[in-house]
């Protein structure tokens, strides 16, 4: 793991639509280490997708703090913008029609991201065997999609995505629309990516045979990141220990976990009790269970 390479605090995103302003991001914080590969996780409209617009650079933050790398997010304008785009990040889509053109072979796909780049032909050509082969489909190397199953697409969609050498690597539900085989072979080429390239990825997911696949999963609800897991592995990867936190922002906040809120019947407020090493928490209404509160006068 190396040092910090993506800081959100206090991130904002509103949309205005029409006279009605929609709050997507209601001061998000999040911190990824450089070379880190980790899962976002949440139901839909909880704000992953902008949060990964805002990090791709497709779309600026209202409020807060956004860095990747040297680039502060919110003061991007212009070529920087669009520099970042094509340096630091690369893109794979959910849907495999976004990420390649389909009258182009799979390396000539590869290639195009730095054609436009301008790099000479025979380090396209070195750059796209090499990255082919990466991802497990030099002999693929051309077809055109229509030729490929959609889970070799999204490999190709890969390598396209680090033709550029990016540093950040954004999936936005890579295996989403193939079968559970293909989807572990996706996989398998992120991680053969983050490992051997040193990118750092970003998976946003519903597959949770994938988000179990990762050492950190972080859970966005309402516009905020809402819960954590770390995992341990063994030098097999075998996972030998798995913990689930509560995010505490900035400010104190938290965000307890839905099934927990719904079990004990909490709603509007809550009685909360400093302990000698932790808090106590109960929903109103349960202050007879309550044992005495600590210090005060």
């Known amino acids: 793991m190396g040092k910090q390479y993506i800081s959100c605090e206090g991130l904002v995103k509103i949309y205005k639509v029409a006279d009605i302003e929609v709050v997507a991001l209601q ?37 807060g703090t956004a860095q990747v790398g040297n680039y502060n997010l919110l003061e991007m304008q212009g070529r920087e913008q669009v520099r970042y785009r094509s340096r630091e990040v690369g893109f794979v889509w959910q849907q495999t029609t976004r990420n390649l053109l389909p009258y182009l072979t799979a390396q000539e796909n590869v290639e195009l991201p730095m054609a436009l780049a ?23 190397a051309h077809h055109r999609p229509e030729r490929l199953s959609g889970g070799e697409q999204q490999r190709v969609a890969l390598a396209v995505a680090m033709a550029n050498r990016p540093h950040l690597l954004l999936a936005d539900e890579p295996t989403g629309e193939v079968d559970s085989e293909s989807a572990a072979s996706i996989f398998e080429a992120l991680r053969h990516l983050n490992q051997t390239y040193q990118v750092t990825i970003i998976i946003v997911t519903h597959d949770q045979h994938v988000a179990r696949r990762v050492d950190r ?44 809120i719904e079990k004990l019947g909490m709603k509007d407020r809550v009685k909360v009790v400093l302990e000698t090493s932790h808090l106590g928490v109960w929903p109103d209404g349960g202050e007879k269970s309550l044992p005495p509160a600590c210090g005060g006068d």
């Open 217 to 260: 999963v972080v859970g966005i609800r309402d516009g905020r990141t809402s819960t954590e897991t770390i995992r341990r592995r063994d030098e097999r990867g075998v996972t030998i220990h798995e913990q689930e936190y509560v995010i505490l922002d900035k400010v104190g906040r938290m965000q307890l976990p839905k099934p927990y």
């Open 118 to 140: 301008g790099q000479p032909g025979p380090r396209r050509a070195r750059r796209s065997r090499e990255l082919l082969d990466a991802v497990g489909l030099a002999e693929r």
């Open 27 to 63: 001061g998000l914080d999040l911190e990824i280490q450089d070379n880190e590969m980790l899962a976002l996780v949440g139901p839909s409209g909880s704000g992953k997708s902008t949060l990964m617009n805002i990090l791709g650079g497709l779309d600026t933050p209202t409020a």
